[in-house]
């Protein structure tokens, strides 16, 4: 990828955590922290990665992508907004009453939205499922999912990732984003689940681990996991949560809490701040 | 006469399902390590391709068949009704009711007649379980022929389906030639309008039997069988509640949350009349030979015509 190519992402990125603030601030509700961790991975997943057509969103031979970390939907949504799915403006409108944008993602409702998610440990079964369908085909599409770290202490991920590396799911790629928190505290204080990668090496799967918002890692991550052949892979992203917004950085208590005026004022601006950054380097 | 097939409807599910993949290349069986037990490892002979077992992971199963529908296949996920229904179910709500994907559940060895394995493997509640699920279709057939077309409809239904099979060879009482399967239609077994009988699943027979033989001593009760317990038929219900006043429910369930709350849902509301209910009286099995079991549990044609006649001698 060449600079301008990683700046225009990076732009995106950029306001992929707009949305997601805009969002959980008119929401009332909602969870920022993991949204900005995770905002890097989808940018580049819908931006570089995916065949996706968003004027043909249910194209049976597109790539899928399931967000198993459902309750980070608002900078997918975002995501997908800026990618052509649906208007901007349906981020203002998030979590409330008749609202095509549900807390968690309901692929019934939301355009571009391949799989209903949110309760954690479900998303990567789901994805297998599609990687199989596309197997039993002959299809050559892929299937991506991202999943938390605090989530891989859910049993029903490793009976997914047995079930991947058993069928030899290997256009199925896991990404973890690791930022290191969930509710309760750091997810090493709670339920610790390290060694990550020996825990998917020992299931089967490549394993890469990278910087999360760094996007030429991102990108060789999905190189290597397109040239795997017979077996999974897992990227372990290190990220960093509530990305982007100074005050929530590495704060446990951003994880699903809404910013009120003023936070979100604040938030909005230091992002605006690096956007117009970013913009002004084009 | 047709011929009497005795045959657990586990059985005919796994032929119906083998005859139906032969014209329909989306079906995809999955089993959790029980396709010997379950019948689905007939399809798997046939088929094997088309079959993936998951292992002893039924949380996972659910989530494969829900990706798998999400990709237009039809899956079938199986296992022992427990297991399924019981394991999964908040994986079957989230991943596989509340998107409304075509993924059919059956839940194998249901019922008291699961027998010798005891209390942890005889499931009283996937009904109950599975009709709470909104835009769930419960399927709960009675006998060999009824599975054989209830399976077909059920792969043919764009939806979720659960359906129950049971362990037990039972013997058929439906005649082929003149037998139709409809989704949601309850069926006419017996008439008579001194009391209604509505029964479902493995012990319709002995319904039959206990009306069949009431008769011949002047007791003429209506049996009405409810294959489809969601939707459930509440034409059929309301007018036999209309017409005879008095109801008693069959089933191999829990009383609670099964066919006859069911049915109490319907006539509570359009036209209330005595139910009775014949079923698990809120309680846990144990093991036995299941035919023993029926009879202590009162699913045996000998108390439903007991019931039947205490209720209509009232």
Known sequence: M????????????????????????????????????AADIFTYLYFKEM????????????????????HCCPSLYATLALKGYFQWSELEKLRHVGA???????????????????????????????????????????????????????????????????????????????????????????????????KFESFGFKVVKIDGHN???????????????????????????????????????????????EQFEQATSELEAELAKLEGEC | MAEIITKATRESFGMALCELAKTNKDIVVLDADLAAATKTSIFKKEFPKRF???????????GVAAGLAASGKIPVAASFAMFATGRAFEQIRNSIAYPHLNVKIAGSHAGISTGEDGATHQCLEDIALMRTLPGMVVLNP???????????????????????????????????????????????????NDVAVIATGLVVNEALKAVRELKT??????????????????????????????????????????????????????????VT???????????????????IFGLCKDNIAKVITDVVKG
């Open chain 1, 2 to 37: 060449n600079s301008k190519e990683e700046k225009q992402l990076k732009i995106l990125a950029c306001k992929s955590r707009i949305g997601a603030i805009l969002g959980t601030y008119n929401a009332k509700s909602g969870h920022p922290g993991g949204s900005l961790s």
């Open chain 1, 51 to 70: 065949s996706v057509d968003p004027k043909n969103p249910d194209d049976p031979y597109r790539d899928r992508f399931v967000l198993s970390k459902g």
């Open chain 1, 100 to 198: 095509m944008l549900q807390g968690h993602p309901d692929m019934k409702g939301t355009p571009g939205i391949d799989m209903s998610s949110g309760s954690l440990g479900q998303g990567v079964s789901a994805a297998c499922g599609m990687a199989l369908a596309a197997k039993l085909d002959n299809n050559n599409y892929r299937v991506y999912t991202v999943l938390g770290d605090g989530e891989c202490e859910e049993g029903q991920v490793w009976e997914s990732a047995m079930f991947a590396s058993h069928n030899k799911l290997d256009n199925l790629v896991i990404i973890v984003d690791q930022n290191g928190l969930q509710i309760d505290g750091p997810v090493e204080e709670v339920c610790g689940i390290e060694p990550l990668d020996k």
């Open chain 1, 215 to 261: 996007f030429a890692e991102i990108e060789n991550a999905f190189i290597t996991a397109k040239e795997t052949k017979g077996q999974p892979t897992a990227i372990l992203a290190k990220t960093i949560k509530g990305k982007g917004v100074s005050f929530m950085e590495n704060q446990v208590g951003w994880h699903g809490t809404a910013p009120n005026k």
């Open chain 2, 52 to 62: 993936r077992d998951c292992g002893i992971a039924e949380c996972n199963m659910m």
């Open chain 2, 142 to 192: 009675a006998d060999h022929y009824e599975m054989m077309a209830a399976t077909k409809a059920a792969v043919e239904y764009k939806g979720p389906v659960y359906i129950r099979l049971g362990r037990l060879a039972i013997d058929s009482f439906n005649d082929p030639d003149t037998y139709k399967f409809e989704l949601g239609k309850g069926i006419t077994l017996h008439e008579g």
């Open chain 2, 217 to 274: 001593q002047g007791i003429n009760a209506r049996l009405i069988n409810i294959h489809t317990i969601k939707p459930i038929d509440e034409e059929i219900i309301i007018k036999a509640a209309k017409e005879t006043g008095r109801i008693i429910t069959v089933e191999e369930h829990n009383i609670i949350g099964g066919l006859a709350d069911a049915v109490c849902q319907v006539t509570s509301a359009k036209c209330p009349v005595p």
């Open chain 2, 277 to 295: 209910r014949i079923g698990v009286e809120d309680k846990f099995g144990y093991s036995g030979p299941a035919k023993e079991l029926l009879e």
